[in-house]
């Protein structure tokens, strides 16, 4: 059977008055800044089969893609397992888990979870005969470390060098862009998937939703003639479109956009394309252990510690999160590897650090590893264990960081193995 390709998608913009997210307070959307939409991609080889779900939500649960999953499997036929379901972590989007004061609006994640497997069906339908292109490049304008090194020792995040005591940048960015594509037989694009590793922060604490930056991306692309694109982010965890190196600098959500737009177009300009292409899926589980919780953790007291927005909401949210980790003793994950050919799509249920992101890469060369981030569950940051020695507000423990150093690691070595395994 000939490789074949099929793209959807589908507006999941949530209605005035919902809840928003990715701003910790409680916050409520009046008004509709540009549409948010579900995404899928479904590639057939006629011997395997594999898709991928792109949310413009801030995250996904872990239950919530099961349930997407279970009910591909159930209505399409379609092997879920083998389905990739990701957010691109934006900030201006609804609230579809709970987050410091904020509750999940579960009215919305049902009519989300239905409207997205329905699309994904689509997906299925509009399946034609294709071929498969792969290209990258190097993007060192959008994605900026936001950590800086301060004298003494310490992390502050979204620091800037006009403070006299900012030292140094702690780490590095990852600036590929990667793109998968898909064309029919009259060499018409069917769509796209795009790899960055980048915050989407734009609109989050106003009143307006929005999709950010991969919206505008997905919108350019579409204009330049690709139906349907996915923008699948990276080891974002780190990485913001603020340059700290230049004070009060931020690039807009139109002007990030465009640039990557710019780069997808060029390097779908230069893919080699192939009609027979091998697909692979793997998957494993990892248990995470929780850190060990100090008082001084618990009140925001450690070396290092900053706490955005208002204190209080970390405050208010402790005796919970305490009691999590009691009840739990480790939080478990999935890892997940989709192969095409020499490439790999990698998936990370997390805000990963780019520096594990970027081991992940170099230890499966000779594959062509992409990391996924926010993708098949939620566990919070996931720094570095260096990261944590030096603080600032990824490693500040809270709902939202609550992991023990070694678990970016772990992760890591789960991925390395599957992509391993499926050699």
């Given amino acids: 059977m000939p490789l074949r390709a099929g793209f959807a998608e589908v507006d999941i913009t949530p209605p005035p008055g919902t809840r928003k997210i990715g701003w910790l307070k409680e916050l409520v959307g009046e008004e509709v800044l540009d549409p948010l939409f579900a995404r899928a991609a479904v590639v057939d080889s006629g011997e395997a089969k594999i898709g991928f779900i792109q949310l413009d939500t801030l995250s996904i649960r872990w239950t919530q893609v099961n349930d997407i999953r279970r009910r591909i499997s159930s209505q399409y036929g379609f092997p879920g397992e083998n389905v990739m379901v990701a957010a691109t972590h934006n900030h201006a989007g609804p609230a579809v888990a709970t987050t410091g004061d904020v509750p999940r609006d579960e009215e919305y994640i049902e009519a989300m979870v239905a409207k997205t497997v ?12 294709a071929s498969i292109g792969f290209a990258s490049g190097s993007e060192f304008n959008v994605g900026y470390n936001r950590r800086v090194i301060m004298r003494d020792g310490t992390v502050c995040t979204h620091e800037a060098f006009s403070n006299p005591n900012a030292l140094c940048l702690e780490g590095p960015i990852d600036p590929e862009v990667a793109v998968m594509a898909a064309r029919n037989r009259n060499g018409d694009l069917l769509g796209c998937l795009v790899n960055f590793t980048c915050h989407p922060t734009h609109n989050g604490p ?84 929780f850190r060990t919780v100090t008082e001084s953790e618990i009140k925001g007291t450690v070396r290092g510690a900053q706490r955005f927005i208002d204190p209080a909401i970390y405050d208010r949210g402790m005796p919970s999160l305490v009691e999590k980790i009691r009840q739990r003793g480790a939080q478990v994950a999935e890892v997940q590897a989709l192969l095409l050919d020499e490439y790999a799509l990698v998936s990370i249920p997390a805000e990963y650090f780019v520096e594990l992101g970027l081991r992940i890469k170099e230890e499966t060369s000779p594959h062509h590893t992409l990391v996924v981030g926010y993708a098949n569950g939620m566990v919070g940051y996931v720094p570095t264990r260096d990261a944590f020695r030096r603080g600032g507000y990824e490693t500040t423990f809270a709902h939202s960081s609550k992991l023990a150093p070694e678990a970016g690691d772990m992760l890591a070595d789960c991925a390395i193995a599957l992509i391993a395994a499926g050699a």
């Avoid at 994904?120 to 399946?127: D, K, M, P, S, V």
Wanted: glycine share 10%; net charge negative.
């Fill in 206 to 289: 106003g009143e307006g939703f929005s999709a950010g930056y991969p919206g505008v991306l997905a919108r350019e692309m579409k204009a330049r003639g690709c139906p349907v694109t996915l923008f699948l982010n990276g080891a974002a965890g780190n990485i913001s479109t603020s340059n700290p190196c230049v004070p009060g600098s931020n690039h807009e959500m139109e002007e990030a956009g465009a640039t990557l737009a710019n780069d997808a177009v060029r390097l779908i300009e230069r893919m080699e394309w192939k009609e027979d292409v091998m697909l692979r899926s793997r998957s494993a589980t990892v248990e995470l252990p």
């Fill in 118 to 129: 329905s699309m994904f069906g689509q997906a299925i339908e509009t399946l034609e005969e």
